[in-house]
């Protein structure tokens, strides 16, 4: 979720939306995004729309705390149901992230999904996933989460060193993320996830080895590794600036990039997008897969981002401004915007071709096809997907992904 909104046109006070964008929409995939805001400190590399304070006041002196935030969450829950009116598809994917979603109660986290599923409904094979900082949760916590409908759960690792942690801001300690996937397993969570994030300054290969490492010995089915991006306005951008850490290095992002892909394929993971690897099918993450595929999802909560057959809204960011519109009445959304048959053309390019399955041929223009065929010769698209009329990465194409994409969008 970027810090930054986009412009945009204006949202009706009631949310809703034209009668395009509902057409059809019983053929395409519904998913939920709950956007918790708060965060007990902010890491230093993190641009994301998040508060520390426990409360906010907004207009008409709403208070927007975390006491009360499951709440307000839940009116705006309501609001999608009448936005989408007699819309029959349950919802097939539920994604509370954050900020840090487990800094609320797990009843709280339990009581938002209960809105979900009355509202709308959720179907037979849902898959139900939280974010979770390891400091924040333990085995009871876990077990409320399991026992009230979550059966996924991601929880933010990023290294096994601490002198490595210590330069990204995080509070948790080495050897906690792991402990966490065992308690998850004990209390009957089949899908878990760890994220990690490699290059940062300080990092050495064998730090990066150590902490593949100690992820597959806790067990996750899903792995998450993102190279670290420095964004500006960020604590660690402020101290790059003023050389006390040494800026991030792009052929270090690739080293640590070939060395995950190459220990994780060895202990059974398989990619199946650019940044994630799952040891199966069922161990994907369904709910980045409706991002990724442009399919319908709402996202809930300030600063949230959703998209419904093809209109791409977004809600105001500040938590008080978020509840004050809420407890108004009316829509929090702040602007959205009609995507065009290119624009979403352009964006299929964009995320599909990120998956391993890639995508198909058919939606390039001229100079897109003259420069995937290009892709091909330098060994960035795979040969047999090429023949069969689908772009697909080859491990090569993965550190240059968006070189790639830049070119075939043209």
């Known amino acids: 979720m970027p810090s930054a909104l986009p412009d945009g046109d204006p949202v009706p006070d009631d949310g809703s939306l034209p ?3 509902l057409a059809g929409a019983v053929d395409r995939p519904l998913g939920f995004y709950l956007h918790v805001p ?43 149901r009448k936005v989408l009116g007699d819309d029959p598809r349950p919802v097939r994917t539920v994604f509370v992230g954050g900020g840090t979603p487990t800094l609320l109660a797990a009843d709280d986290l339990v009581r938002m999904l209960r809105a979900i599923r009355d509202e709308f409904g ?5 898959e139900v996933t939280t974010e979770a900082n390891p400091e924040s949760v333990d085995e009871r916590y876990l077990a409320t989460l399991r026992a009230g409908g979550f059966n996924r759960i991601s929880f933010g690792m990023q290294s096994a060193k601490q002198h490595v942690l210590k330069v990204l801001d995080r509070t948790h300690t080495p050897g906690r993320p792991e402990a966490c996937v065992a308690e998850a397993r004990t209390v009957g969570f089949e899908h878990v996830n760890l994220d990690l994030i490699y290059g940062t300054p300080g990092e050495t290969d064998d730090d990066w080895r150590a902490s593949l490492d100690a992820v597959l010995g806790a067990g996750p089915d899903h792995v ?16 790059i600036r003023r050389g006390e850490v040494p800026m ?18 060895a202990a059974g993971f398989d990619w199946y997008e650019v940044s994630n690897w799952a040891t199966s099918e069922a161990a994907r993450c369904l709910h980045n897969e409706l991002y990724w595929r442009g399919a319908d999802w709402w996202g809930a909560g300030p600063g949230a981002h959703s ?23 009316r829509s929090p959304g702040a602007g959205r915007e009609l995507l065009t048959d290119e624009d979403r053309r352009v964006e299929r390019i964009l995320l599909e071709l990120r998956l ?35 772009a697909a990465l080859t491990l090569r194409g993965r550190l240059l992904a968006d070189a790639v994409v830049r070119d075939l969008v043209d």
Do not use: M
């Not at 994301?48 to 009116?75: C, H, K, M, Q």
């Not at 690739?254 to 994780?264: F, G, K, M, Q």
């Not at 998209?307 to 009445?329: E, F, I, Q, S």
């Open 248 to 265: 991030t290095d792009d052929d270090v992002h690739a080293d640590r990039y070939l060395i995950a892909d190459e220990v994780l394929g």
């Open 122 to 126: 959720l179907a037979d094979d849902a």
């Open 19 to 21: 009668a395009s964008a």
């Open 307 to 329: 998209h419904v057959g093809g209109v791409r809204w977004w809600n105001v960011k500040h938590p008080g401004a978020y509840a004050g519109a809420l407890a108004a009445g």
């Open 224 to 239: 998450s590794a993102y190279a670290l991006i420095v964004e500006e306005g960020t604590q660690l951008a402020r101290r």
């Open 356 to 390: 391993r399955e890639g995508v198909p041929l058919a939606l390039l223009r001229e100079e897109g096809l003259a420069a995937a065929g290009r892709a091909l010769g330098e060994g960035l698209l795979e040969g047999a997907p090429y023949a069969a009329g689908v």
């Open 38 to 80: 708060y965060c007990a400190t902010r890491c230093g590399y993190c641009d994301f729309n998040t508060y520390t304070a426990t409360e906010l006041r907004g207009t008409g002196g709403v208070l927007a705390s975390r006491d009360n935030y499951a709440y307000t969450l839940i009116d705006e829950v309501r609001l999608a």
